[in-house]
Each structure stands twice: as structure tokens, then as C-alpha cells.
């Protein structure tokens, strides 16, 4: 009897499989996608019903090629990638592949929701069949993202800058940065007091107990103070008034423990509890769930899939928490009967929630063989599954109300009675959550109702109305997934992108919307209102998951968008702003002609230049102060002088932060970098032995404005002979003469390059090193850094695991 072959999309998956399967089953890796749309064009054909072009990714040829060779040597052939949308168009597109033409009916579908031996031998002897609804709705997301990013970019690439991209789902996440950013500069703070009276039982002695009641209501109304002087005077009438306890009311109240994890609250809970990115977070589970070494026992899943929007627990799961929470805790921390979580309307109910593959398996057990931020992870998932499945925490709550006149004060204390899951764990809170920074739990002395108090002292504070916050990757993800704006699988990648694009950046571990970010947005908003719209995209994922129920065909989801689209597609490429061109007005005067400038665009971010140009060629950076204005910022003079002209050198901010430049531009083009420690200007340049093979100079090492160094001939600028830095490693290239020189990329990222480019286009980002790999002879090796290794180096060759720690090292 022949092998059955398992087919799966990671190796780390193949291979916790293969320690489970044995020799039953051959299992191999696709290694992500095989099939996709064409990079460098639509790849969908419109007029043919959106017919999607897909390719062969590149470098999967071969994989492809072994994995049919392999399925036609099998009995049967299992397809067990991801059990989500993704998973199943990986699935789809091997079965074509494999089956040509053919319908088999060889190609069996397997969903592994955890890797566990009892899951995986349930998977597969309850096979199904692909799940073309599923696939549909894939393809459909798809295409949708290819026509929004494949049509709408050009447009800004022609009226803006290259590079520039738009998204389906990414540019309405940024709309709601770009929202949020307006709203607090638009914030106009308004003026409160409050008022907190200290007392204490009357004629009691001096050291006991007192309590800090709050100023709430005058004449049974809630009191707003709205400034000093109002504030003094209800001051002053109170220290004249007498205290007495009015109202006390005692009560129990129970706090229940937060849902198991799904997507969306573990990237929020990671983000708020370990500064993890939505992207780090899920890089970081996909390897819990595929499967990690615990020593002896082999590759094991440590977890349940993590891309889900459930919060459902299966019975057995539940009933070992249960299980281990009385032998751990004892039977008070059980509660009566399982807890259990409902859905929100509309969820896709077909996984579980996150939680750990067996609760026995502590973190404390698994540390030894996980890195930092696995196990802090880990530990997170396990610790939340737990906590859902024990007793509630239980307070005594006291609320005692006090008269003085008119005037009514407010006490609320509690005291934690039984501390229930609370013993194990609390979910985080996002900044600012907290109300006016004041602690919920305080304890309060027994005051009976009548009971006189005596003054100790009145504390009259001013606050202001703050802003809303800026959106945490925690608060964005809540805010994505309440609009009902893409799906929690999704999040990690929209924010990545939105950042590497810089239409964002992170300050204080919230988004805060650039330049560029804001002009996009408001391009995009302006010329595609109905696309790049909260409540249509919700709509369009709404349409999404009726097409995987089977409920909507995919051809109609993409007719009725590009509908739309088609015509805003139109006017946009005429009537959207050309920015490269005329730039945006504003009110700024041109201090050389009197005339207003506009904001430009070059390839070092937006500057101001006069609106007359070419007449007037006065240029200027800006940047916008706290209530969204710009404000012009004049160039700083130097004592320096221009090496060039002779001219002052004046600082100037550029996309990568402060140089110096000629005040003689546009005429003299000199600029120097700035020291990035010390803020003043690098050293001059070092005089080199190597000869100018124009003009006979000696060549200097100079910096450039972004702090690379390279080598300049010493008679510039009658000779402009410039060279990289060369490192004398050669190049590994065969049939190269060339050697390795540094080079810094237009993100100022620094890398090493072939001397002979264009002609030799092999690079590498890590810093080579002269010493060849003594395993396989490779000529150089890289210089490395991890947070588990520390630095190291190692082989370059992909084949070549070779690693030599930085204690190691002896030359």
C-alpha cells in the first residue's frame, strides 16, 4: 500500500505534521502561495468578467514540479494549508496544478486547527473537499485590492511623486488617522474645576481614618464648575456648611473575566501589555501554531490557529481548564457552571478561539525553549484562556452620599472580597482610559447614615478638556474591527504598510499622520468619495462573507464595485490636482517678492516655493504647528563658509533630518551633512592615496548629507569624479571582477554593492566581512545581530547555515 501525501504551506508545519504522520504519510511544504497575479501588471481582464491572469510565483516552479511528481506517485493527496481564506487559495491553486484539467477526486481538503495529535488525526479521517465559496471570496478580495492599487496609484504617481500607493482597505485606515489628527487640531480646550473635601468623623482623634469625598451635585443637579471664581465660591460656602452622611449604599459586584482570545483583541492586548506590532504579534503566533522544538518531545503546536474572529471554546478545551483551575486554585476559583462567550452578529464561526493546544503545557514548562517574545506571548494566550474559565472577582462596593446645604458630595470605595481570576490575570487598558487618573478601589470606614463630619481641608483643582487621543495600534485595531474596515487577519498588514510608506509614523506608540499622509488622504477622499468610504468598505467585507456563505455570487460583488469605481477612476486621472505642477496654495507671502507660495513636492518631502516660479525661484521649509498651520521656517546662518563660493552655509531640513546647504543655491549646489551627535558639521574630508584617474587629484573621503561616505576627487568642482568606498572583498558573482563598495539607498539604509553596476546587480544590506565560511568556502562572511544571539557572523550562501558568535570570533 502506497503513501498518501499531505500537502501544507509552511515546513515548520510540514514538520510537526511529519513527527506526528510518521511514515503514512510523505508531507511537504508549498512554501506560502504558488499562484498569484502578475507584479507588474493588472493581471485582470475587465471586459472578460474580471478573469483573474494568475502566474507561478517566481522561484515556486520547481516546488510545484516535485509536488506533482509527488501526487502522482500517492494514493491520495491531502491539501492541508491555513483553514482560512488565504489557506484555501493556496489549496485551490495546487489542486490546479495537480489535476490539470482532470477532476480527480484523488485531492482531499483537511482543516487543522490546532496541531495536536488528537486534532490532526481527526482532520484527516474527516476529510471534505475544496471550498470553492471560500476560494471565491478570496479571489474577489483579490481582485478588488489589484484594481484600487493597480489603477488609483499611477494617477498619483503622474500628480504626485513615484512610489506612491493606494489601498482598498489601507487609505481608509489612514483616512481615520488623518480624521483623528484634524479633530485634535480643530480641539478647542475648555476651562473645569473640581473640588475634593477631605473629612473625617466628628470630634474623632486626629490620626484616624478619613475619606476624600467628590463636589457632586447642587441642589440635586450634577454640578459643572466652569472656573476660578466659581470655584471660590462654592469654596467658601462650604467651609461653612455643615457635613452630614446622607445616604450609604452597600452592595456586592462581581467582575467577570475578559473572552478568550480572537485576532483582533490578542494584536490589541499584545500591543497594550508588550508594545508588540499587530505584524510582530502574528509573525510570532503563526510560529506558536505551526509548531516549536520542546526538546525530546519534538516539534509541537503550541496553540490553536490565530486567525480567527470567534470567541467559541471546544467542550474539551474547557473542560481540562476547568480541570487544572481546581487542582491549581482549588474548587472556590471554578464557577458553577463553563463560561461561555457569544459571537458578534455576522462572525464566521468556523474555528475556535485562541488558546493553548493543552492548558498542562504551562509557559514555565515551555520557557526553556522559547525565545523572549514567544514566551511573553505564550504566556499572554495561556494566561487569558485560563482566566475566562475561572471564578468571577467579587467586591464589596460602598457608595456614601453627604449633605452640606445644598450641596451634595460623593464617596464611592470597594474592597476586593474574593480576587477570583484576578489571582491569574487582568486585561490591559489603552492610556487615558482611566477616569481623571483616580484609583476605583479605595476602602472607606464604616459611616452610618446621619453621621456628622468635621472639615479637614477643600482641594480646588483646574483641568482642561483634552483632545481624543491619536489612535495606539490597539485602539486603531478596536476602531478597524467596530467600522467593520477589513478583517482582523488583514490589520497587521495595513498598518505596516501605511507606515512604510511613511503616510504614518509613530510617536509615543501612536500614529500621527505625516505630510505626505495627509495629502494622499485628502487627493483620495476628494476624487474617490464613495471608494474610499468607512461605510462602503464595510459594506464590500459585509458583501465578502455572504460570497463565502454562499449567499452572493463573487462576479456581482465585483460588478457592483467596479461600477462605481469606474467612473470616479475616470475623473480622477482628469480633474485630481497635479501637485507636481501647480502645488497646493496657501497664505504664506514670499519674502522675496511679496507674492503667496505653495507647497511642493520633491523627492526630500514637501517644501514651500514661490507660486511665480520660474520668475521668483525662492524656496523655504515649513512645518505645521499644533493646530494643523503652517508656519515657514527661515534658514539658519552659519559661521561656515561655502567650500565652493564662499557663500555662509545655512541649515536646512530635509526629509532625513538637518544639513547644510549653500545660501548661494539655486547657482551653488554645495551641502554638507551635520553630525548627528554633536549637530554640528562632519570633519572635514581625509586626504586619500589613491589618484583621480581624471585629473591626476588625490581623492578625500567625504560624507554625503545622509552620512554615507564616498570618495571625492580634491579638485571638485573642477573635477566632479566621484567613487563608492570600495571594501576589498571581491565580488561572489560568477564571472564578476568586480568588488564590494557601500553604498546608502534612497532610504538612507546602508548597503554593499558590485563596483561594476548596472552590469552587476548583486547586493547585500549586512556589512561583508574579509573572512571566508569554513564550511562552504564561501568568500566572505556578514556581520549579524539578533536579540537571542546577540552579534554574530555568518555565511551569506542561503544553503549555509554557518554562524560564528561574537565570543568566538579570534582572528
Not at 510545484?64 to 493556496?90: F, H, M, N, S, T
Request: proline share 5%; hydrophobic share 30%.
Amino acid at each position: 500500500m502506497g503513501k498518501s501525501l499531505l500537502i501544507v504551506e509552511s515546513p515548520t508545519k510540514a514538520r510537526t505534521l511529519n513527527r506526528y504522520l510518521g511514515r503514512r504519510f510523505d508531507v511537504k511544504a508549498s512554501v506560502g502561495h504558488v499562484k498569484d497575479l502578475p507584479e507588474k501588471s493588472l493581471g485582470v481582464d475587465i471586459e472578460r468578467n474580471f478573469e483573474p491572469q494568475y502566474q507561478i510565483v517566481k522561484g515556486k516552479a520547481k516546488i510545484l514540479e516535485e509536488l506533482k511528481k509527488a501526487a502522482q506517485k500517492a494514493e491520495e493527496v491531502y491539501l492541508g494549508p491555513d483553514p482560512d481564506r488565504e489557506g484555501e487559495a493556496i489549496a485551490w491553486h495546487i489542486a490546479s496544478e495537480i489535476n490539470g484539467e482532470k477532476d480527480t477526486g484523488k485531492i482531499k481538503r483537511v482543516l487543522f486547527h490546532e496541531l495536536t495529535k488528537r486534532a490532526i488525526e481527526e482532520a484527516l479521517k474527516n476529510p471534505g473537499m475544496l471550498d470553492k465559496n471560500k476560494y471565491e471570496a478570496q479571489q474577489a478580495r483579490r481582485i478588488l485590492d489589484r484594481l484600487v492599487g493597480y489603477l488609483v496609484s499611477p494617477i498619483l504617481w503622474t500628480k504626485v511623486k513615484r512610489g506612491l500607493s493606494a489601498g482598498r482597505v489601507q487609505s481608509v485606515a489612514l483616512r481615520l488617522i488623518c480624521e483623528r489628527e484634524r479633530q485634535i487640531q480643530q480641539f478647542v480646550p475648555e476651562e473645569y474645576w473640581t473640588m475634593a473635601v477631605e473629612l473625617r468623623k466628628k470630634d474623632a482623634e486626629s490620626g484616624d481614618e478619613t475619606i476624600v469625598a467628590d463636589l457632586w451635585q447642587y441642589k440635586n443637579k450634577k454640578i459643572k464648575i466652569k472656573n476660578e471664581k466659581q470655584a471660590k465660591t462654592y469654596k467658601e460656602q462650604l467651609e461653612k456648611a455643615t457635613f452630614v452622611v446622607d445616604n450609604v449604599e452597600k452592595k456586592e459586584r462581581k467582575r467577570q473575566s475578559a473572552a478568550p482570545f480572537k485576532t483582533s483583541t490578542l494584536q490589541q492586548e499584545a500591543a497594550r501589555k508588550l508594545r508588540f506590532t499587530a505584524r510582530h504579534t502574528m509573525s510570532i503566533a503563526q510560529r506558536l501554531y505551526e509548531g516549536v522544538a520542546l526538546g525530546d518531545e519534538g516539534e509541537v503546536g503550541l496553540i490553536t490557529y490565530m486567525r480567527t474572529d470567534s470567541t467559541r471554546l471546544s467542550q474539551e478545551a474547557v473542560n481540562e481548564a476547568r480541570k487544572y483551575i481546581g487542582e491549581k486554585w482549588g474548587k472556590q476559583y471554578i464557577p458553577p457552571r463553563p463560561r461561555v462567550f457569544k459571537n458578534r452578529k455576522g462572525v464566521q464561526d468556523a474555528h475556535e478561539a485562541i488558546r493553548p493546544t493543552s492548558v498542562y503545557r504551562t509557559p514555565d514548562q515551555v520557557a526553556p525553549y522559547l525565545d523572549k517574545d514567544q514566551l511573553a506571548l505564550y504566556e499572554l494566550i495561556w494566561k487569558r484562556f485560563v482566566a475566562c474559565q475561572m471564578a468571577p472577582a467579587v467586591f464589596d462596593q460602598t457608595t456614601i452620599k453627604i449633605k452640606a446645604g445644598d450641596f451634595t458630595l460623593k464617596v464611592v470605595g470597594s474592597v476586593l472580597k474574593f480576587e477570583g481570576f484576578m489571582k491569574l490575570y487582568v486585561e490591559g487598558t489603552d492610556n487615558g482610559a482611566e477616569k481623571n487618573g483616580r484609583k476605583e478601589d479605595v476602602w472607606l470606614p464604616e459611616l452610618p447614615q446621619g453621621t456628622e463630619l468635621d472639615l479637614i481641608k477643600i482641594e480646588s483643582k483646574q483641568h482642561f478638556t483634552q483632545p481624543p487621543p491619536r489612535y495606539s495600534e490597539a485602539t486603531l485595531v478596536k476602531e478597524l474591527e467596530e467600522k467593520g474596515i477589513g478583517r482582523p487577519s488583514t490589520y497587521a498588514t495595513i498598518l505596516s504598510t501605511i507606515q512604510e510608506k511613511e503616510y504614518v509614523v509613530r510617536e509615543n506608540m501612536r500614529f500621527r499622520p505625516t505630510e505626505l499622509g495627509f495629502l494622499i488622504n485628502d487627493l483620495l477622499v476628494e476624487n474617490f468619495p464613495n471608494i474610499f468610504n468607512v461605510k462602503f468598505t464595510a459594506e464590500m467585507e459585509e458583501s465578502l462573507d455572504k460570497v463565502e456563505e454562499g449567499k452572493l455570487n463573487y462576479l456581482a460583488v465585483l460588478k457592483m464595485f467596479y461600477d462605481s469605481f469606474e467612473s470616479s477612476l475616470e475623473e480622477a486621472q482628469e480633474k485630481m490636482k497635479d501637485l507636481r505642477r501647480e502645488g497646493i496654495p496657501t497664505e504664506i507671502i514670499c519674502d522675496q517678492c511679496g507674492n503667496k507660495m505653495n507647497i511642493k513636492w520633491g523627492r526630500n518631502g514637501p517644501f514651500l516655493a514661490c507660486s511665480t516660479y520660474p520668475k521668483c525661484q525662492n524656496t523655504c521649509d515649513y512645518i505645521r504647528n499644533d493646530k494643523g498651520m503652517i508656519v515657514a521656517l527661515k534658514d539658519e546662518e552659519t559661521q561656515e563658509k561655502c567650500e565652493v563660493c564662499g557663500k555662509p552655509l545655512v541649515v536646512k531640513r530635509g526629509r532625513f533630518g538637518t544639513f547644510l546647504a549653500c545660501s548661494g543655491y539655486p547657482e551653488c549646489k554645495f551641502t554638507k551633512s551635520i553630525d548627528k551627535d554633536s549637530g554640528k558639521a562632519n570633519d572635514k574630508p581625509v586626504k586619500t592615496d589613491q589618484i583621480c584617474e581624471k585629473c591626476g587629484g588625490h581623492f578625500l573621503i567625504k560624507k554625503n548629507r545622509y552620512g554615507g561616505a564616498f570618495l571625492a576627487c580634491e579638485n571638485y568642482p573642477k573635477c566632479k569624479n566621484t567613487r563608492p568606498i570600495p571594501t576589498g572583498i571581491p565580488c561572489p558573482e560568477d564571472g564578476c571582477d568586480g568588488e564590494l563598495v557601500e553604498r546608502v539607498s534612497r532610504n538612507r539604509r546602508r548597503f554593499y554593492g558590485c563596483s561594476r553596476y548596472p552590469k552587476c546587480k548583486f547586493v547585500i544590506w549586512n556589512k561583508p566581512v574579509k573572512r571566508e565560511c569554513p564550511e562552504c568556502g564561501y568568500p566572505f562572511l556578514v556581520e549579524k545581530y539578533s536579540k537571542k544571539e546577540g552579534n554574530f557572523l555568518a555565511c551569506p550562501n542561503a544553503k549555509c547555515g554557518f554562524k560564528l558568535k561574537e565570543e568566538d570570533q579570534q582572528d
